[in-house]
């Protein structure tokens, strides 16, 4: 069935840098468009960034605008979260989701999310 | 503070119907489509209903949605203990250009 896995989560000091990975598998990558959303500690659902299928248009929450950056490789099956200057607040579990519609919050696929903690 | 409402907590005993609530404005609810998703601890938000009313296939017709105007709820009808979550209304904003999620709404089986 189809499938998404993030990797990519771990420690790292506040300020420094990490990316994600989002590996999809059994179904056309290249005809969706996806979404990142995370849950930090004890809070609801937050969504971070969408990427249209082709990456022509992405658009960020305001609390990681010009700090992350989504991005895709969809000769690789590949959705990624560039995740700079990282602060306290962005330790969350973050999840990749399928999008179905444009400009929908649509997301019929998720997968089981990895952990980012952002500590000194 | 969530850009759409929901209450923090419902509850209902086994059997029972309850609703929960999602409200917006006409820049998100009121222009675009909602969709509600399911979260339990440790596993992956689970989509419950998308287009306002639809349900994914593998969802039980225990689960209803519903859209008027800048609002938008989910009915769980013939309610089971392993109803307990959290639940999440979702959607497009136009003003914004993101998606706003609600505050999630804790369902608690009696």
């Known amino acids: ?120 | 503070q969530s850009v759409l409402t929901q209450p923090p907590s419902a509850s209902g005993t086994p059997g029972q119907k309850v609703t929960i609530s999602c409200s917006g404005s006409s820049s998100n609810i009121g222009s675009n489509i909602v969709n509600w998703y399911r979260l339990l601890p440790g596993t992956a938000p689970k989509l419950l209903i998308y287009s306002n009313n639809q349900r994914p296939s593998g969802v039980p017709d225990r689960f209803s949605g519903s859209r008027s105007g800048t609002s938008a709820s989910l009915a769980i009808s013939g309610l089971q203990s392993e109803d307990e979550a959290d639940y999440y209304c979702a959607a497009w904003d136009d003003s914004l250009n993101v998606v706003v999620f609600g505050g999630g709404t804790k369902l608690t089986v009696l």
């Open chain 1, 1 to 120: 069935q189809v499938q998404l896995v993030e990797s990519g989560g771990g420690v790292v000091q506040p300020g420094r840098s990490l990316r994600l990975s989002c590996a999809a598998s059994r179904f056309t990558f290249s005809s969706y468009g996806m979404h990142w959303v995370r849950q930090a500690p004890g809070k609801g659902l937050e969504w971070v960034a969408v990427i249209w299928y082709d990456g022509s248009k992405k658009y960020y929450a305001d609390s990681v605008k010009g700090r992350f950056t989504i991005s895709r490789d969809n000769s690789k099956n590949t959705l990624y979260l560039q995740m700079n200057s990282l602060r306290a607040e962005d330790t969350a579990v973050y999840y990749c989701a399928r999008d179905m519609a444009e400009y929908s919050a649509y997301m019929d696929v998720w997968g089981k999310g990895t952990t980012v903690t952002v500590s000194s």
